[in-house]
């Protein structure tokens, strides 16, 4: 073992919560060392995640628009063919230049950045292996955890990487699934399932919640899986899979609804049903790092463990497991190792899908106020109201905001529509800010824009929607 370098700060993994810390680490004058076992930065998000989806899913939705949306424009194209090992060329161009970029981001900003896998050798220390055998100990006054998530597996059903596969794996395909089959109606199998659909995949999606997308404000999952059905997908809700073998160049899914069962037969099996913390294999035990009843390492309020040295962020502690949630708890946990009090606002965190039509969502559901007993007011505007909307024929979907009954503080934000990812930042910081539906309600938005969407759900909270946007 080489002789060891002593840091301020060691990161454990270089994805979106552990090189974002690194960077603000240095910024407020640490010593740094960032671990991350793939050559590649980036983690999950950058490599197999965020990234290389919404490159397949622009994309797709390229191809989609071309191939059957252009008549009605006026523009009549023909000859129009797919080249999917072009456009697979192209996602892995998008994550080399933004992986790439992460490492200059480093770089630039003094951080060293050490290829291996790390363990943790007690609370002051961490051994890197590498792939050639070699292996050096990090001297750390902290250390912190971020070290991602991996896919669950479902209990009997062994991924094979060609048939059946993870997230991963669906974005690898080197031909356009047949008929293909979605196992979790989450927010990755559907976006990943949009893809292989619009190139021309049938797609299934079993489910055994009675909706798809659980944890969105009810009236928005609702009204995303009827723009799905439209489209084309099908939905097997309250369907339970009890078993799945593969069969010659098949895949066949048992599957039951109430008492009735029946076979399903896919060329492809996506298992999308959730992530779990990568906790195996760094050392938690040996240390003696505590985890919670799921499974995720416990921190404090300042994201620090039962061994006061040692911090966690990301995927591996509590919470949605967003590349977004896990970069700003990276930033409040080094921001607390150097006594700056730091936090993260959870009640603020922005979620999105990303299909068509896009999805947002910022704050409290309407299923949720209700069960806390919060009173309050709803207001909606759907896009068939909006002039932009219209001019693009983007007509699906709605804005809808929750406000306090009593105080008229925004206590939610959903959207579904064209370009809702991008307004949802508006509704995260009027929650952020405590902003009242009447401010949003009296800003002027630019006419004609989708934005104007948010104002008129505001306005009719307070009984003020022009209707002529």
């Not at 003094?110 to 055998?133: F, K, N, P, W, Y």
């Not at 209700?370 to 219209?390: D, L």
């Amino acid at each position: 073992m080489t002789e060891e370098k002593k840091y301020d700060l060691v990161v454990i993994g270089g994805g979106p919560g552990g090189y974002t810390a690194a960077v603000r680490a240095s910024q407020l004058g640490m010593t740094v060392a960032c671990v991350e076992k793939h050559s590649r930065l980036g983690g999950v998000c950058l490599n197999v995640g965020c990234i290389p989806s919404k490159a397949l899913l622009d994309s797709s939705e390229l191809y989609a628009t071309v191939s059957r949306r252009l008549a009605v424009h006026g523009i009549h194209a023909e000859g129009i063919s797919l080249d999917l090992p072009a456009m697979m060329t192209r996602k892995h161009q998008v994550v080399a230049d933004l992986t790439g970029q992460v490492r200059k981001l480093l770089e630039a900003s003094r951080v060293e950045i050490v290829t291996g896998v790390a363990e943790l050798a007690d609370a002051h220390h961490v051994r890197v292996s590498g792939e050639d055998g070699s292996s050096r100990s990090l001297n750390a006054g902290f250390i912190l955890l971020a070290t991602g998530s991996v896919p669950t597996p479902m209990p009997g059903v062994e991924f094979d990487g060609r048939r059946i596969v993870d997230s991963t794996g669906a974005l690898q395909f080197t031909e356009i699934p047949s008929k293909l089959g979605l196992i979790g109606g989450g927010f990755i199998g559907l976006e990943l399932g949009s893809v292989w659909q619009r190139l021309g995949s049938e797609v299934t999606v079993i489910e055994m919640l009675p909706q798809i997308a659980s944890g969105l404000d009810g009236q928005i999952s609702r009204s995303l899986k009827r723009s799905l059905d439209k489209q084309g997908m099908m939905f097997r809700l309250k369907t339970r899979v009890h078993h799945v073998e593969t069969s010659g160049d098949g895949v066949n899914v048992t599957v039951a609804s109430g008492a009735a069962e029946e076979t399903l037969i896919f060329d492809k099996i996506l298992v999308a049903v959730g992530r779990k913390p990568q906790t195996r294999g760094i050392g938690l035990e040996a240390v003696g790092v505590e985890l919670d009843t799921t499974g995720h390492v416990r921190i404090n309020a300042g994201f620090q463990t039962n061994v006061t040295s040692i911090y966690a962020a990301g995927d591996i502690v509590a919470g949605p497991m967003l590349a977004h949630k896990a970069s700003a708890e990276g930033i409040a946990a080094v921001e607390n190792m150097a006594g700056i009090s730091s936090e993260v606002h959870y009640d603020t965190l922005p979620s999105v899908i990303y299909t068509s039509p896009e999805v947002a969502s910022a704050g409290l559901t309407e299923e949720q106020v209700k069960q806390r007993n919060i009173p309050c007011r709803i207001g909606t505007f759907p896009f068939t109201g909006n002039g932009r909307a219209r001019c693009m024929g983007e007509t699906e979907g709605l804005v809808k905001i929750i406000a306090h009954a009593k105080t008229d503080r925004i206590i939610g934000v959903h959207i579904i529509g064209h370009g809702a990812s991008e307004m949802i930042a508006e509704g995260v910081m009027a929650i952020e800010m405590g902003a009242s539906s009447e401010d949003i309600a009296r800003t002027v938005h630019s006419h004609p824009t989708f934005s104007e969407a948010l104002m008129e759900a505001a306005a009719s909270i307070q009984k003020q929607a022009s209707k002529r946007s």
